[in-house]
């Protein structure tokens, strides 16, 4: 069960994070407004809503993992106890506060658009970030702990910009390529996102090995034959390269395709998005493993 | 220490010390399994991890005494904790435990979220 709802809650707060980025970098003026190319403010609102309900049922499925009773038997002074102490609680109580703020930017009218994707981004941000402690960065202590802590908020945060924008552009060139305006904006967004994709897969990269390293490179834990978590990690790594080569056949040779109206990129990127899907999928399943 | 020279070099190499495991491990404990020790009132289990005190605890059954025919395991009444460095849990009786075998249960949780359970058998002579 908690697989699932750590699958569900990362795939959303990923979402609440990645789309108003979208729109702040691959948008401009008027595009920014909710409605004119996304709803954003409905986006907002629902990946935050669902946010806390999945934040809420992940939190509950945890604490009842600890203490090895079924969630149904769990009493509140346990919940309250481990949720006002530590440091996983004090995420927690952030991630709920981040989440509630998106919330209202979404239902509070005359935000103005940036303003709203600005501070909908940020509040999304620190929402994915805090995700990077209920994981495997928080075992290590002193500056080993806060290595892995900002390589992992960091791997997150690049995972739900990615994320993000594969899911907005592949809602932009699924629109009637027929129609200049779409073809122009969606060709437009497409270019302009190599810049992002490069440096979204650079932290990917780097943060990856800093927390591969952590975790499995110790003194006493063989690396062959793979243990059931590396199996995981194998094939994660093994869609992150697919990923790549979707990633880069859209860059150089559908992405220019598109000023055609030659839609062909659209099955691309929705492959992309389903290795990137089977990737929060097996991290959220591993995560609850040893390594 | 055969491991020691292994781990150093490991350490140098990263820069950086991480020699936790992602799941806690019971590394020492005393009386450790299957020995056999003169009576105590305190079972020290040391772990690869720091634990979340809330979630740390065991119970400690009499399995076997000597002379009598036993039905059923006898449930010891302890006390345990967390010691102050958070990789210990130390279980403590009101008196020391008569002649007899023990099974002792643990559950721990790390503070990556993780929980183990585990158990073992030592005798009082």
Redesign the interface.
């Known amino acids: 069960m908690l697989p699932l709802l750590r699958f569900a809650l990362f795939t959303d707060v990923m979402l609440l994070f990645g789309l108003p980025l979208f729109g702040l970098y691959g948008l401009r003026g008027e595009e920014r407004r909710s409605g004119a190319v996304f709803a954003f403010s409905a986006w907002i609102g629902v990946t935050a809503a669902l946010g806390l309900l999945l934040g809420g049922a992940a939190w509950l499925a945890l604490i009842a993992g600890m203490a090895g009773l079924p969630v149904t038997q769990l009493d509140a002074a346990t919940v309250m106890a481990f949720t006002g102490g530590g440091a996983i609680g004090l995420a927690f109580c952030v991630r709920v506060g981040a989440t509630a703020l998106a919330l209202l930017l979404a239902i509070i009218p005359g935000v103005p658009p940036r303003a709203r994707l600005a501070l909908a981004t940020l509040a999304g941000g620190i929402a994915l970030g805090s995700l990077a402690w209920g994981g495997h960065a928080t075992m290590e202590d002193g500056a080993a702990g806060w290595v892995h802590l900002i390589a992992d908020i960091a791997h997150l945060l690049a995972a739900g910009a990615w994320i993000g924008a594969i899911v907005a552009l592949l809602l932009l060139a699924c629109r009637n390529l027929a129609v200049t305006k779409n073809r122009v904006l969606a060709g437009r967004t497409l270019a302009s996102f190599s810049a992002v994709g490069t440096l979204v897969v650079a932290t990917l990269l780097v943060t990856g090995m800093v927390n591969a390293w952590m975790l499995l490179f110790q003194p006493d834990m063989p690396l062959w034959p793979l243990n059931a978590y590396q199996v995981l990690l194998a094939l994660k790594l093994g869609a992150f390269g697919g990923m790549l080569l979707l990633a880069a056949a859209n860059r150089w040779i559908f992405a220019p395709r598109v000023a055609q109206g030659d839609g062909s990129i659209r099955a691309v990127i929705a492959l992309e998005l389903a290795l990137g899907i089977a990737i929060v999928m097996l991290v959220a399943w591993a995560g609850t493993m040893a390594p | 220490m055969r491991?020691l020279p292994?781990?150093a070099l490991?350490l140098a190499l990263?820069g950086?010390?991480?020699?936790?495991?992602?799941?806690p491990k019971l590394l020492a404990a005393t009386p450790a399994a299957n020995a056999t020790v003169a009576p105590t009132n305190r079972i020290e289990l040391t772990f690869s991890?720091?634990l979340?005190a809330?979630?740390a605890g065991a119970s400690l059954d009499m399995t076997d005494m000597p002379g009598i025919k036993m039905h059923a395991p006898m449930t010891m009444k302890v006390a345990t904790s967390v010691t102050p460095d958070g990789l210990g849990l130390n279980v403590v009786t009101a008196k020391p435990l008569p002649k007899g075998t023990y099974k002792i249960t643990y559950?721990v949780?790390?503070?990556?979220?993780?929980?183990i359970?585990g158990t073992y058998s030592f005798n009082i002579q």
């Open positions: 491991l292994i781990s490991a990263a950086i010390a991480s020699p936790a495991m992602a799941h991890e720091k979340i809330q979630f559950h949780v790390s503070a990556d979220t993780h929980r359970e």
